[in-house]
T-cell receptor, first 114, second 111 residues
Framework: AAGVIQSPRHLIKEKRETATLKCYPI?????VYWYQQGPGQDPQFLIS???????DKGSIPDRFSAQQFSDYHSELNMSSLELGDSALYFC?????????????FGQGTRLTVV | KNQVEQSPQSLIILEGKNCTLQ??????????LRWYKQDTGRGPVSLTI?????NTKSNGRYTATLDADTKQSSLHITASQLSDSASYIC??????????FGAGTTVTVRA
């Protein structure tokens, strides 16, 4: 079965550069969540989208922006990268509705800022 | 304030021993609660999902319980194995379909 696809899997950027992370949800899933997990840290919710509209916002820096496109894939744009942005970025997707809604996670994108 | 609190933050157990992780939530209204296992550097994988009417659910050596009245859940790992070393994340879904994530409990199983 198709899973959540994230690309790239690994990314190395220099300070002050820009990075774009992509997330392709499971087909027919209408909701996407983005999480940031720094080395040895707890996962931090960044932002979520439902039906291409932002549904919830967490600790996402102003330097970051995200959107969900008509095909439901989502992109997380990160500008003016800082060393502290180095982390594993997870995307999850779900199909809302029903009591057994399941959220599936991608393998993550490891961003290293040097 | 995080609406899903997990405890302990981390724990170390010996191989073959049992352990119990706790999850307390204030999310309301409640739709379902899930436990995920996250291996280092990989995406979380679902272990169990429980709805309001379910008190316990097992998945192999993992058993989750839910008390919807006290808004508490636990994940019990029986006869731990080295491969159980991971972070375990509690996720609660509210009636408006939002997901609230706990910070996770890091379990280290030692031989």
């Amino acid at each position: 079965a198709a899973g959540v696809i994230q690309s790239p899997r690994h990314l190395i950027k220099e300070k002050r550069e820009t990075a774009t992370l992509k997330c392709y949800p499971i087909p027919r899933h209408d909701t996407v969540y983005w999480y940031q997990q720094g080395p040895g840290q707890d996962p931090q919710f960044l932002i979520s989208f439902y039906e291409k509209m932002q549904s919830d916002k967490g600790s996402i820096p102003d330097r970051f922006s995200a959107q969900q496109f008509s095909d439901y894939h989502s992109e997380l744009n990160m500008s003016s990268l800082e060393l502290g942005d180095s982390a594993l970025y997870f995307c999850a997707s779900s199909l809302l509705g029903g009591v057994n809604t399941e959220a599936f996670f991608g393998q993550g994108t490891r961003l290293t800022v040097v | 304030k995080n609406q899903v609190e997990q405890s302990p933050q981390s724990l170390i157990i010996l191989e073959g021993k049992n352990c119990t992780l706790q999850c307390n939530y204030t999310v309301s209204p409640f739709s379902n609660l899930r436990w995920y296992k996250q291996d280092t550097g990989r995406g979380p994988v679902s272990l169990t999902i429980m709805t309001f009417s379910e008190n316990t659910k097992s998945n192999g050596r993992y058993t989750a319980t839910l008390d919807a009245d006290t808004k508490q859940s636990s994940l019990h790992i029986t006869a731990s194995q080295l491969s159980d070393s991971a972070s375990y994340i509690c996720v609660v879904s509210a009636g408006d379909y939002k997901l609230s994530f706990g910070a996770g409990t890091t379990v280290t199983v030692r031989a």
